[in-house]
């Protein structure tokens, strides 16, 4: 082992999930494309208070971007994200369910990620489409 260095510990770095896709534009794509679909979907739509979609599309950016790596810009802004708890006014049945994976199905296909990113990131999301249910039916 004579001429070999010792790699100390936290040396080496390893991309991000959020770096291995492309960062930032990559989510921002996902995102806008994903709220395309809900900006048309009589289901969906109604859960979104605002007129300007846009302000939801950011904060699910932040969220995205800083899950899979990135910028922590929306936990600064925002604090922990307590996805749960800021559903909770919302009616999230199978049906909403079904209808936010289909339009996110869309938006992930769109991205042209290889399969094995959009395999990691298409099932974070069904995950978090199921725990965000709040109502039988």
Known sequence: MEGVKEIRRGTLQEQTFYEQVGGEET?????????????????????????????????LTLFLIQYWGGPTTYS???????????????????????????????????LGLSEEHEHTLWNYLTYAAASMVNTPG
């Open 27 to 59: 989510f921002r794509r996902l995102v806008h494309r994903f709220y395309e679909g809900v900006a048309e979907d009589p289901l969906l739509r109604p859960m979104y208070p605002e007129e300007d979609l846009g302000p939801a599309e950011e904060r």
């Open 76 to 110: 600064d802004n925002r604090g922990h994200p307590r996805l749960r708890m800021r559903h909770a006014p919302f009616t999230v049945d199978r049906a909403a369910h079904d209808a936010w994976l289909k339009h996110m199905r869309v938006a992930v296909e769109e």
